[in-house]
């Protein structure tokens, strides 16, 4: 029932979607191309009262409710407990609130906000984390480094916070793989993501890389380099229970499990994958929309 442009992950297709912001408040990332042209702003007290109203006619069994849009966490601690105490009211069998987030929403709380967000029932951030590789954050211009993604990413988790976290392989550009999987498996060791959502790089028209990957200051990996990124990320990666969720259509190798259990499976997709793509390993993918690939 949204009027705007709204996005949300695939595995929150059976959630109810609540508009609480438009577009995105940093809206610069360099591969993004989401809400270029939404001017960012709050959605009316109004307005969610009247998705709350619906809802709550229509789903009022609902458990699981996701804000909207690119980064909803960036509302000051104030707005976001009082979204959630209508959200409960409404609809009181809701056992997630969830939203996009990003670590500067987190720099921007204090340790008292995020506790009193998560007491007011807000128990979990989609965060697109990308990369534990500076090099790589700068230049996709997320607006943190590594070192404070830790710090963050801790201080979210310690006020009790389940994250999902979007990682990006391929975003350090060519002949970088490994050391942006190393470096983002540490990031991740560290911060344990109860969900990894994973993707690869791609742009289009209308963003900055796209622009880089045309003049050639950016060159995207190999097949064969992605799935080397891959296998090195799956091979470091310590989790104790996580959802390895590998399904955006950018991937070279879609597949899913659970972390710890699932991880040898998940490598030897990568190794099978490599075998099928033989023929291919030192081209670039051909893409289609949202980065989908094609062989
Ligand atoms: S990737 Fe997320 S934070 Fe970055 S511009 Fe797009 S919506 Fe905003």
């Known amino acids: 029932m949204s009027e705007h442009i709204i996005y949300r992950p695939p595995f929150e297709a059976s959630s109810v979607l609540i508009e609480?912001?438009?577009?995105?408040?940093?809206?610069?990332?360099?591969?993004?191309?989401?809400?270029?042209?939404?001017?960012?702003?709050?959605?009316?007290?109004?307005?969610?009262?009247?998705?709350?109203?619906?809802?709550?006619?229509?789903?009022?069994?609902?458990?699981?409710?996701?804000?909207?849009?690119?980064?909803?966490?960036?509302?000051?601690?104030?707005s976001l407990v009082d979204i959630a105490r209508r959200?409960?009211?409404?609809?009181?069998?809701?056992?997630?609130?969830?939203?996009?987030?990003?670590v500067r929403n987190i720099a921007s709380k204090s340790d008292q906000d995020l506790r009193r967000i998560r007491e007011a029932g807000i128990n979990e951030m989609n965060i697109g984390v990308e990369s534990g590789l500076d090099e790589a954050l700068r230049s996709m211009n997320k607006g943190y480094d590594?070192?404070?993604?830790?710090?963050?990413?801790?201080?979210?988790?310690?006020?009790?916070?389940?994250?999902?976290?979007?990682?990006?392989?391929?975003?350090?550009?060519?002949g970088n793989g490994i050391l942006n999987a190393e470096k983002t498996?540490?990031?991740?060791?560290?911060?344990?993501?109860a969900l990894i959502f994973t993707g690869t790089i791609h742009a289009e028209e209308g963003c900055p890389l796209y622009e880089d990957m045309?003049?050639?200051?950016?060159?995207?990996?190999?097949?064969?380099?992605y799935l080397d990124e891959e296998e090195r990320f799956l091979e470091l990666l310590s989790m104790d229970d996580c959802i390895y969720f590998g399904l955006h259509p950018s991937n070279i190798a879609p597949m899913q499990g659970l972390l710890p259990e699932d991880r040898e499976?998940?490598?030897?997709?990568?190794?099978?994958?490599?075998?099928?793509?033989?023929?291919?390993?030192?081209?670039?993918?051909?893409?289609?929309?949202?980065?989908?690939?094609?062989?």
């Open 265 to 295: 499976e998940l490598i030897n997709e990568v190794r099978m994958r490599r075998k099928r793509l033989e023929k291919v390993l030192d081209s670039r993918p051909l893409r289609g929309g949202e980065g989908a690939v094609f062989f």
């Open 146 to 174: 590594a070192a404070q993604a830790l710090r963050d990413l801790t201080r979210l988790r310690d006020a009790g916070f389940d994250y999902f976290a979007n990682v990006i392989f391929g975003c350090a550009g060519a």
């Open 87 to 102: 959200v409960r009211e409404s609809l009181p069998k809701v056992g997630t609130i969830s939203m996009y987030a990003s």
């Open 214 to 225: 045309r003049s050639g200051s950016f060159t995207e990996p190999t097949v064969g380099e």
């Open 20 to 78: 609480v912001t438009r577009g995105c408040s940093h809206n610069s990332c360099s591969f993004c191309t989401m809400y270029r042209g939404v001017n960012f702003g709050r959605v009316s007290s109004e307005y969610i009262d009247e998705q709350l109203g619906y809802y709550s006619e229509y789903e009022p069994d609902a458990e699981r409710v996701f804000l909207e849009n690119g980064d909803a966490f960036c509302l000051d601690a104030d």
């Open 185 to 193: 498996a540490e990031l991740m060791n560290r911060t344990q993501p």
